[in-house]
């Protein structure tokens, strides 16, 4: 009787060390069998390994955070490791200072702007060279090798700001323009496509051309000084993101509302802010989010051998207060983190 107990505890050893291995076997395999990646997931791995750079020329300000955003969204679509550094201020030198190491750590792609023809394309053919294609975006850089450009064409964007106000002040208006750059490409373009639209108005004359270096404060002092300078000044023409908002700012303070008129630049929350209230009367629209969001995109067709256009020209309108809210509901909201 002790004997056969003996042999049933262990025969049933037997069959629980036979289950339990089969158990372990069968895991393993299981494991090895999800690992073993097919075709797609290759290609999926192989995105994944890519690591781009987007290089705004200011990093906290809120057009290029919306850049960033779409960029981002994209990045996390393709497998992408999406990189977003730039100066803290808007500055050439730290901004060429940044591609330069992006290039040196061999970064797979880049998207930046061409501010400035004299400092830019020396570095973008550089890292051309590198075999890194580069993505200009928002400001081209036409006589450099960049693989490609997305974004407004700056040109075209001043010309409708100027035919916008010349209809809006029926071809009567003294006019002072703050722009963030007197040197960068896209803000000179955006100059010079106003002047040409406004050009034959006899009853429009431009008074005064002052830098913001792309934020609200200096736009906002620039406005008023230009006030007690020229009292005659009507309208004013912002040609960045924060200009127009500098000066809503200013021309309220004055209580001139009623008799100034404001064309800006983007559709930020507070650019929309003082479009409903009537302080800003148009803006020109350009598209942040979605050109961060292509030019990603871009940068893999680029590096999977597709053939993309070099110009891309993204939408651009100038827009007022009844054409609001936009359709497509854009994403306003801007998230520093
Ligand atoms: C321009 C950007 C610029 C930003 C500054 C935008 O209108 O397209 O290039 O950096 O304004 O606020």
Not at 51 to 72: I, T
Not at 195 to 208: L, M, Q, T, W, Y
Not at 283 to 304: A, F, N
Request: hydrophobic letters at 35%; glycine letters at 6%; aromatic letters at 8%.
């Amino acid at each position: 009787m002790r004997k056969r107990w003996k042999w049933i505890i262990y025969a049933s050893s037997i069959v629980a060390l036979v289950a339990s291995a089969s158990f372990t076997i069968y895991c393993a395999w299981k494991v090895y069998a999800y690992h073993q990646p097919g075709e797609r997931e290759i290609k999926e791995h192989e995105n994944n390994a890519y690591h781009f750079v987007l290089v705004p020329e200011e990093l906290d300000n809120d057009y290029w955070r919306l850049v960033e955003k779409g960029a981002k969204a994209a990045a996390k679509e393709t497998g992408v490791h999406l990189e977003y550094v730039g100066p803290r201020q808007a500055n050439i030198d730290e901004h060429i200072h940044i591609l330069e190491k992006a290039a040196a750590s061999k970064v797979d792609g880049i998207m930046t702007q061409g501010l400035t023809e004299k400092e830019f394309t020396p570095v973008i053919n550089r890292i051309i060279e590198k075999n890194i294609p580069v993505v200009t975006i928002d400001t081209d850089a036409p006589t450099s090798k960049r693989t490609a450009y997305i974004g407004t064409d700056n040109y075209y964007a001043g010309f409708i700001a100027g035919k916008a106000l010349a209809e809006d002040m029926h071809g009567k208006a003294n006019v002072a323009i703050i722009t963030g750059s007197l040197t960068a490409s896209h803000q000179k373009l955006r100059i010079q496509g106003f002047k040409d639209a406004v050009k034959n108005e006899k009853g429009i004359r431009i008074i005064a051309i002052e830098e913001s270096n792309i934020t609200r404060i200096q736009a906002a002092e620039k406005a008023y000084s230009i006030l007690n300078k020229h009292p005659e000044v009507n309208a004013f023409y912002g040609t960045s993101a924060l200009d127009a908002i500098g000066i809503a700012k200013v021309i309220e303070q004055f209580h001139r509302e009623k008799e100034t008129y404001i064309i800006g630049f983007d559709t930020l929350p507070e650019t929309i802010h003082y479009l409903q209230k009537g302080t800003i009367h148009a803006t020109v629209v350009q598209e942040p989010y979605d050109r961060g969001y292509r030019s990603e995109k871009k940068l893999v067709d680029i590096i999977k051998g597709n053939e993309v256009p070099s110009v891309t020209n993204t939408e651009t309108k100038v827009i007022r207060k009844q054409d609001l809210p936009l359709r497509p509901a854009r994403n306003y909201e801007v998230k520093h983190d």
